[in-house]
Structures are given as structure tokens and as C-alpha cells.
């Protein structure tokens, strides 16, 4: 058989004469002579389908077309069931083929290494499998088991280039009969030899048929994600765009938060309908964006990072993920977009660099849409700012005109923002408010702010509105002159606050008062100290001088006490007839409040002198007060109807204070003080305690104090031999000693004879040495008068 193989190639493959053929033939029989014939016949029919796959492969570069046609001559030269031709795809490591599924074409991948023909396609050697295939532990039954078909032997042979590289491998099933033998095998190498240039060049336009077609569908993807400039709706576009351009089933896209340091999403694919927050190093996402790699899983459940709670929940089966960091310029992580489930099979290496291409496209738009963002925020943020000043802004090109009002200056100058955008200062701003215009002026020619305070603005109905204006020049970041800018503050309800106030309380507490704003005005608890003064025997005075010399007198005297009351942050909260009530603390707190009352008490005092000393040069009587100080918690604010409203303070401190300033015609004092006073006061060295009181309504006793600083030698004489012998004479009095406490009392007296307070407890001893209190007795004496 071998023999008549080789004659029958001989007398195919080359030329010979007749004697040749005849030497060839001679001796043979009819029947070998016939099998010679078709043993040539055979070569013949095998030489021709090389022409013929030469002749169906040079018309198409399709290896939808090319796979068909040439597996057709394989399978009838090699007069077996049938055929397959696997090329290798280097970006996934696959060997692939097109087939016939029903009526479409489709695809066959399996890993290159795999099965009888990875065999071949490894290490590049054509094999035989005879007798039956199933023995071979290489072959995969399974195929056979899907489809009912038997595989008894195959011939299997790589497909080289012209490099002798292996691009693939050609494989036969079933011979018809008997097995696949040598000869086969050269015929199959040959026609897979003669097939490879064709494969190769049909892959290699496929190749950039595909690049161009994912270029055009990449360039069409981003075309529609560049027009959006909304960042939310960027994120559904793109993430929508990246399912769609790897042909997946979901998706998420992440961005990272810098100052909190976490990933973020709105965007997500459909599993997350509100926001979902997570540390950026965390999950899948959180390793991909901190490293910085693409993270392609082939099998989610497979991998430990993977975390299945959110199927659970949802219902959803997560496959193959491949996930891919969102890089700004300079290689800046801004995100993570993460892609779930391909519908054909896994994520290969082209999908890894689809999506990089486009998630590189698509951080350029996310980088212009956040910027687009921040600037939005920015203009909302200043206009918000401008619509909640109370100071009206204007802004005026370089040119010097209005651009922009805020409500604040429409409200102010009682125009509408169209009567007032577009136009000029100088159409604005005529006759006596000209001087707008002219600050504006100064501006442009000096190039530095110009600030007009307290100035009448003359609005509608020629009404007047003070107001402080300021014009700014405005330069660009290069210091090029942009615009002018013009504030205006309304300070006509505040003039007129501070005529008003300062008929009550001295300038700088009032500028505090104003500055710290009306909210101090409102019903408040606050300890305060509270003074009252009054003149004594002032009916008869007044009967005396009549009421035009009376006004005259009080006013001179109100003039002077209010002065002194001024002078130590306190506030006048009434006359009442010839009385002065002052408060200390109810408007502005301020530790030194108790020390500034006493100061005022004793300042009246000296003030009173000099007062005295005026009316005397006139020939009229000298007058006397007398001054209450109280300190402790009232309430404080404003108190009355709301057709006229009273700013004050109210509660026990004030009526305290009221009966300590009368309490001075009882002891013959001028100046007392209740307890909590005279704790709070830092110099107690020019107090002496008087006497602890229960005044009526009050359940408490009151300890009270007399201010002896004021006094002079005059007024006073012998003041410390009086006020030792007194706190003495005190002592003993309340030790129910009642004849050496009259003693010290008397030697006071001596002292001073005017001393009223000795004098006092001088007749208290004399009534308790005849009869005296009881032993539960707590040295407090009980006020029988109005006191």
C-alpha cells in the first residue's frame, strides 16, 4: 500500500516519460493497477482542495465567512465528520471559533491550554488520537454529552504564519474510515499552511475593524456624556454609558470625598437608590482607589473581599466585576467605577481597556463638571450673601455702570432693580445726592476707598435716609481695574436710636448696646445693683421757690447726678419727681457694677457739695439727699403697652433699694448699701455695718451698710475714733451687753454728736436694759415705720 502511495505521488508530484510510466506499471495486475489509479486519483483530489482553499480564502477577509468555508474543504478532503479551526486571541489567552448557532453566527472560547487542542496549540506538534478518543484523558466527553455526538478519533495540527508562529490549530473528528493516518496529517498541515496567511490577515482586520468600531462607539459614549455639565446627571450618564460600552448588566461609580476621606454614590446601577457612603480603603471599590490597580474578578463569591450582603437584600447575583480607578490630571484618584456581570462570559483584558480609555475621558468631564459645580455653589453662596446683607451693595463695571443690586439697596433707595441696572451713577444719583456720583469719581481717580459716613440720602417723596457709604475700587487678580463697588448702610433708625439713648446711658455703653444689638433688650434674669436718690424735704422747697425756679433747680441737680451716674456705666432708667433711680448691669453686665453704684453714691455726695456751694453764692438754701444701693437678680427689659414701652428692671432689689434710700432719714445717713452690695464692692475699708433690719414684706433680715468715704473732716469729725467706738459699741450691743455697749455709743457721741446711728442704739440699749428681748433674740430689730 505504501508503495503504490509513493509511486502514485511520483507519477503525480513530477513529470514522466512513457518508459518511466510503463517501467511503473509493468508487472502488475488489473486490480493493483486500479488501486495505482486511485490511490492518484485520491492526491489529485487533495492536491486541488489546496488550489481550492487558496481560491475560497482570497475573496474575503471575514472569518465569519472564512471559518466556514475552510472547515467545509477540510472536513470533505479529509472525508471525515466534520471540523474546527481555533485561532488564538492574545489579549484574553483564548482560543476562539465561529459557529453556526442555528441561524447566527456565534463564538466558542476556551483557555489555549485546555483539551487536545491546547495540547497542540502548547507545544506546537499536530497529534493523532486512533482508536477511541474517550480513552484519552484529554478530551472532554462533555461536549459530546450536550450534543449526542460520538467522537471516535482526531487528528488535530497547529496553524503557523509565515514566522512559523502558532496562530491556532486545525482539528478533525470521525474519519469515515479507518483512522487518520500520516498522510492525513501532511494533507492537514498543508491545508492549514496554506489557510494561515488568509486566517491571519482576516484576524488582524477584525482586529482593527473592532478598535475602529470601539473607538467610533467610545467617541459616540463620550459625546454624550461632554455636553453635560450637572454633575448628577454626568453620573447617570456615564455609568449608563460604561454598562452599555462593555456590555454589562450594572454598574457603580464612586467618587471620593477628600474631606472625609470616603467613597460616595448616587449612581448605582439601579441597587442604591439614595446616597451610600463607605471609608475610600474599604470593599472591592476602596482597595481599587487606594492602590490605584483594575481589579477584575472573575468569580465575585469566589473572593474573599467581595462582600454578598447587598444580593442578599436585593435578590441580585453578582458574577464577574471589574473595577477601575477614575484618574484626574497628574494621575490624581478622584473615583472608582465599578462594572458587574458581562453578559458574555467574564471581563477580558479588551474590556480592561475599554473601560480605561473611557473612564480617562470621563474623569475629564467629572473634573469639569465639579469645577462647574463649586462655581455654581460659589455664585449661590455670594448671592445669597448678597441677599441676606442688610447693607445695600451696588456693583459697577469698569465703565461706571450698575451691574448688579442686592434687595438690601432696592429697599434702601426705593427703586426697582430694572430702574436701576444698566444706567449710570451720574443718571442716578442727581441734585443734593449728586455726591454718590462724586464719591465714585474720587475713586476712579485715586484708585482708594472712599468713605462718606452720616450723610442724607434723599429718596421718594424727597424723604431722607441717613446712611454711611463706602466705594472700593475692584481689581482683577492681575490688578487690572474690573468694576467699583458700593455699600451703603442705613443708619437712620440707629441715629435715632442714639438720640434716644443717649439721653439715658453715657456713649460707650451705648455704642456696646448697639453693637451687641436688641437682643439685649429682651426679658432677661440678670443680677444688676440698683441706686436710687432723693431730695429731702423737696415739697417745702419747692413751695419756697415756686415752679419756675423749681424746674430750674431740678434740672441743675438732675444735670449734675446724671453726669456722675454716666461717668461709671450706668443707666438712667427714670425720674420719678425730684427721685433718681439708676441702674447698674441691666443693659451691659460687667463685674464692676456694685463698685460703680457705691462710686456714684459717694460722687453725689461730693457733687452735692459742690451744687451747694453754686446755690449759696445765689443766696438759696442748701439741699440734702439721700442714696439707696441694692444689688441682687431682677428682670430686666422692656416693660409696658405697646403704645408706649418702658425699658427697665423689676422685682425685690428694686423696692430694696428704694426703702435703703428712706431708711437714711431713720439712721441719719446718706449713703446705704444692703448686704449683697457690700459683698460684691473690692474696697469694703469706708463701710461700717449699721444694723440688720426685717423690713416689712420680707422675710429675711437685711443686713445693711452705711458709705462713710464721702464725708470730709467737716462733715464728719473724728471719723475713726467714731467708727471704733461704734463697731464696737455694735459688738456688745449684740452680745446682750447692754450697759458697756451704751458706753461705747456714748463715747461716739462725744466723737461726733451728729452721729445718728450711735444715737440710735443708744436709746435701743436703754430700752432693752428695762426691758429686754427674748433669748431666742437674733440681734435683728424690727422696722415699725414705712421703712
Given amino acids: 500500500m505504501q508503495f503504490d502511495l509513493e509511486t502514485a505521488r511520483s507519477l503525480v508530484e513530477r513529470p514522466l516519460s512513457m518508459r518511466e510510466i510503463e517501467g511503473l506499471l509493468h508487472g502488475r495486475s488489473e486490480a493493483e493497477t486500479t488501486q495505482l489509479f486511485y490511490q492518484m486519483a485520491e492526491l489529485l483530489r487533495r492536491t486541488s482542495a489546496i488550489t481550492d482553499i487558496a481560491n475560497r480564502v482570497s475573496d474575503s477577509l471575514s472569518l465569519d465567512v472564512l471559518f466556514p468555508r475552510l472547515m467545509g474543504v477540510v472536513t470533505q478532503t479529509l472525508n471525515a465528520d466534520r471540523s474546527s479551526m481555533f485561532l488564538y486571541d492574545p489579549e484574553t489567552s483564548e482560543l476562539y471559533s465561529r459557529v453556526m448557532q442555528g441561524n447566527v453566527m456565534g463564538e466558542v472560547r476556551f483557555p489555549s491550554n485546555l483539551g487536545i487542542a491546547g495540547s497542540v496549540f502548547t507545544k506546537g506538534e499536530a497529534e493523532i488520537i486512533t482508536a477511541d478518543a474517550y480513552d484519552n484523558r484529554r478530551f472532554n466527553q462533555e461536549v459530546d454529552r450536550r450534543t449526542g455526538y460520538r467522537t471516535r478519533n482526531i487528528l488535530c495540527v497547529p496553524i503557523r504564519n509565515k514566522n512559523q508562529e502558532v496562530i491556532g490549530v486545525t482539528q478533525v473528528l470521525n474519519k469515515h474510515t479507518g483512522d487518520f493516518d500520516l498522510e492525513d496529517q501532511r494533507v492537514l498541515e498543508g491545508l492549514s499552511q496554506q489557510a494561515a496567511a488568509a486566517l491571519e490577515n482576516a484576524r488582524l482586520f477584525e482586529k482593527v475593524e473592532r478598535q475602529q468600531q470601539e473607538e467610533a462607539m467610545l467617541l459616540e459614549v463620550i459625546s454624550s456624556i461632554v455636553s453635560e455639565i450637572r454633575l448628577g446627571p454626568l453620573l447617570e450618564k456615564i455609568l449608563s454609558a460604561a454598562t452599555q460600552l462593555l456590555d454589562s448588566e450594572r454598574g457603580a461609580l464612586f467618587l471620593h470625598d477628600p474631606k472625609r476621606n470616603e467613597l460616595y454614590s448616587h449612581s448605582a446601577g439601579g441597587i442604591h437608590s439614595t446616597e451610600i457612603r463607605f471609608p475610600s480603603n474599604a470593599g472591592i471599590a476602596g482597595e481599587c482607589f487606594t492602590s490605584g490597580r483594575v481589579i477584575n474578578i472573575l468569580d465575585a463569591y469566589q473572593d474573599a473581599r467581595f462582600n454578598p450582603e447587598i444580593d442578599r437584600r436585593t435578590g441580585y447575583r453578582t458574577s464577574s466585576i471589574l473595577c477601575m480607578p477614575i484618574l484626574a490630571k497628574g494621575a490624581r484618584p478622584i473615583g472608582v467605577m465599578e462594572i458587574l456581570n458581562r453578559k458574555a462570559g467574564t471581563f477580558n483584558a479588551a474590556d480592561e481597556r475599554r473601560l480605561h480609555a473611557f473612564c480617562a475621558e470621563a474623569a475629564i468631564a467629572i473634573h469639569n463638571a465639579q469645577l462647574f459645580e463649586e462655581i455654581n455653589a460659589e455664585r449661590n453662596y455670594n448671592e445669597s450673601i448678597l441677599r441676606s446683607m442688610s447693607n445695600g451693595v451696588l456693583t459697577l463695571d469698569a465703565d461706571g455702570v450698575l451691574r448688579k443690586v442686592n434687595d438690601a439697596a432696592v429697599r434702601i433707595l426705593r427703586r426697582d432693580e430694572v430702574e436701576l ?70 443708619i437712620t433708625r440707629e441715629k435715632r436710636m442714639r438720640n434716644t439713648l443717649s439721653r439715658y446711658m453715657s456713649k460707650s455703653v451705648m455704642d456696646q448696646l448697639l453693637e451687641r444689638g436688641e437682643t439685649v433688650l429682651g426679658g432677661i434674669n440678670r443680677e444688676v445693683s440698683v441706686l436710687f436718690s432723693d431730695i429731702r424735704g423737696f415739697t417745702s422747697i419747692s413751695e419756697r421757690l415756686g415752679a419756675q425756679e423749681t424746674v430750674a433747680l431740678l434740672n441743675e441737680y438732675f444735670t449734675d447726678m446724671v453726669d456722675i451716674v454716666f461717668a461709671h456705666r450706668g443707666v438712667l432708667d427714670k425720674y420719678m419727681g425730684d427721685m433718681i433711680m439708676a441702674v ?145 459699741g455694735l459688738s456688745r450691743y449684740r452680745g446682750r451687753d447692754w450697759m458697756s455697749a451704751a458706753r461705747c455709743f456714748r463715747d461716739a457721741l462725744a466723737a461726733n454728736p451728729q452721729d445718728g446711728p450711735s444715737r440710735i442704739y443708744l436709746d435701743r440699749c436703754e430700752i432693752f436694759r428695762g426691758a429686754p428681748p427674748s433669748r431666742d433674740w437674733d440681734g435683728v430689730w424690727s422696722v415699725q415705720s414705712k421703712y
Wanted: hydrophobic content about 40%; some cysteine.
Fill in 421 to 490: 441696572v444698566g444706567r449710570s451713577l451720574a443718571e442716578l444719583f442727581v441734585g443734593r445726592n449728586a455726591w454718590v456720583a462724586s464719591s465714585l469719581e474720587k475713586v476712579r481717580s485715586a484708585g482708594k476707598t472712599d468713605i462718606t459716613v452720616d450723610t442724607d440720602l434723599y429718596v421718594e417723596d424727597a424723604n431722607a435716609v441717613s446712611v454711611d457709604l463706602t466705594t472700593v475700587p475692584l481689581v482683577s487678580m492681575s490688578d487690572e481695574r474690573i468694576g467699583y463697588m458700593l455699600m451703603m448702610e442705613d
Fill in 584 to 728: 447698674f448691669g441691666s443693659v451691659l453686665q460687667d463685674s464692676d457694677d456694685a463698685d460703680n453704684a457705691v462710686k456714684v453714691g459717694s460722687n453725689m455726695m461730693a457733687g452735692l457739695r459742690v451744687l451747694n456751694d453754686r446755690l449759696a453764692a445765689r443766696g438759696r438754701d442748701e439741699i440734702r439727699i439721700g442714696v439707696g444701693i441694692s444689688t441682687g437678680d431682677v428682670v430686666a427689659g422692656n416693660i409696658g403697652s405697646p403704645k408706649r414701652l418702658e425699658y427697665t428692671v423689676i422685682g425685690n432689689r428694686v423696692n430694696i433699694a428704694h426703702r435703703l434710700e428712706d431708711a437714711n432719714k431713720y439712721y441719719g445717713t446718706s449713703v446705704l448699701i444692703c448686704n449683697n452690695t457690700y459683698k460684691r464692692i473690692k474696697v469694703q475699708s469706708d463701710v461700717r455695718e449699721i444694723d440688720l433690719i426685717r423690713v416689712r414684706g420680707m422675710e429675711e433680715p437685711v443686713a445693711i451698710y452705711e458709705v462713710i468715704g464721702h464725708h470730709t473732716e467737716e462733715s464728719f469729725p473724728h471719723r475713726e475714733t467714731v467708727i471704733e467706738a461704734f463697731n464696737e
